[in-house]
Structures are given as structure tokens and as C-alpha cells.
């Protein structure tokens, strides 16, 4: 297993510090916000040398907060692909393996279902040309099933892959799928995956500490340790006590331990 985190668990501190911490807990790599990178004003080219020099991977999560790129708003529309240019070309800065991106979603739930999937599906094609010319892969999340959301289920998501074509890869997050549905089944559906968030979930909250939701962990964890790619811890934790990635890290060493137990 490929173990991530994601720098949002570590807000306040700077990204070179996410990396070092990263390091400090014997992690694989840190998949940088692109939000958080701006908010530290960091320079990327500075953080890929930190990363290289301490062998940590980088992934990005691209600009997501307030952005939806098959809006009905056409202003909208285009400063939403104009903001993840700019995460590609900041992916590209660092070097990243690659970089999640969120779909649009509905303008108003329910109404224009067809114009809003035409316009993923080609503003997809056009994010994916850019990337192509700075060498940077593409990954788009399955989002939780909420209002406004399309690509919430693997059968959904497989059939855009196709409408978009070769090219496009998936980020699977496990705090997205239905507490009744199966985390393992949907993983196994979902075609093109190269990435896999990773949190619990409640019924009334997403993104939760591993241990403290309802997911069923122990269903899915054994899958993820056999993958090899980036499985990358998420979270929001804005304080400087890191208690959230603390929570999540004593979860999975305790989790491993009483495996081990059991063999």
C-alpha cells in the first residue's frame, strides 16, 4: 500500500511541512490541494525539490471550492477551466503523478440533465488536450451521491469514460459510496481507477476519521492494501495539533496490528 496524505489535513502548515511530516510518519507521499498551495503563497518548483529530496511523491488535487465546469453560467463554465489550467500547469510544476479533479454538476437539480453532461463531457475533452501538452494524467472523482452531483456510482462514471474517450483516469473515495452499498464492489466496477481517497463517513457527515463513522472498514481495507497506488488519507484539519491525521494513522496501525494478531 501506497499510503498519501492529503495536504488539507495539514492547512496550517506550509506544504514543505506537509512533506516533511509526511516523511516523519514513513508515508509514501502527499497529494498537495492546489488551494492550500495558494493559500501558503509556495512556490512549486521549491516544494519539488523538497519532495525529491525527502523521496516523497506528490499528486494534486485540483481547485475545486466554488468551481463547476458544466455550469449553465457560462462565465462560470469557462473560469472553471480557466482555474484548472491553471492546477495542470501547477501539476506539471511539480512534478505530480497525477491530478484529481472534481466533475461539474447540475446548475439546479434536476433541470438540464442532458446540456450539463454535454458540457462535461466536452470541457473534459478540452482539460484532457491541455494536459496532454504538459504531460500531466488526469483523474476525476466520483463524488457522494447529494444534490446537484451526476457522477456519483460506477455505472455512471464508466459510461462518461467512454463518452470521453482514452486518457482519463478515476479517483475512487471510499467516504463517497453509500454506507448500503459495498465499498469493495463499487471499487471492482469502477474502471480506470489510479487513485483511492480515504476517510469514514456518518449518514449526516463526510470525511470523518477512520474509526468514527460507519463504512465498513474492515470490508475494504484489505483490499486497499493490496493496490498499488497512491491510497491517500483525507480530511480537514486546520489547527496545528494534526489530531485529525493522528486519529486516522493510530486507526490503521492498531487496524494492521490485530491483523497480524490473527494470521
Known sequence: MKLFIASSLCWDYHPNEVITIAKENGLHGVELWAEHIYYHQANPAEIRIHAEKESIELTLHASSWDLNICSINKGIQEQSIAELKKSIDLASALGALHMTFHPGRLTVKKYLVDEHMRALVTNTKRLLEYAAVREVVLSVEMMEPIAKEILTEPKAMNYFLE??????????????????????IYLKELQRVNSIHVSDSKRDQYHVPLGEGEI???????????????????????????????????????????RKRSI
Not at 163 to 184: K, M, R, W, Y
Not at 225 to 241: N, Q, W, Y
Request: proline fraction near 5%; charged fraction near 25%; include cysteine.
Open 163 to 184: 463518452q470521453v474517450g482514452g486518457g482519463l483516469q478515476v479517483t475512487f473515495d471510499i467516504a463517497h459510496t453509500p454506507l448500503e452499498e459495498s465499498n469493495q
Open 216 to 258: 465498513n472498514l474492515e470490508e475494504i481495507l484489505p483490499c486497499l492494501a493490496e493496490k498499488d497506488l497512491p491510497i491517500v488519507l483525507e480530511g480537514m484539519d486546520t489547527g496545528r495539533s494534526l489530531f485529525f491525521l493522528k486519529k486516522h494513522l493510530n486507526y490503521l496501525h492498531k487496524e494492521w496490528k490485530e
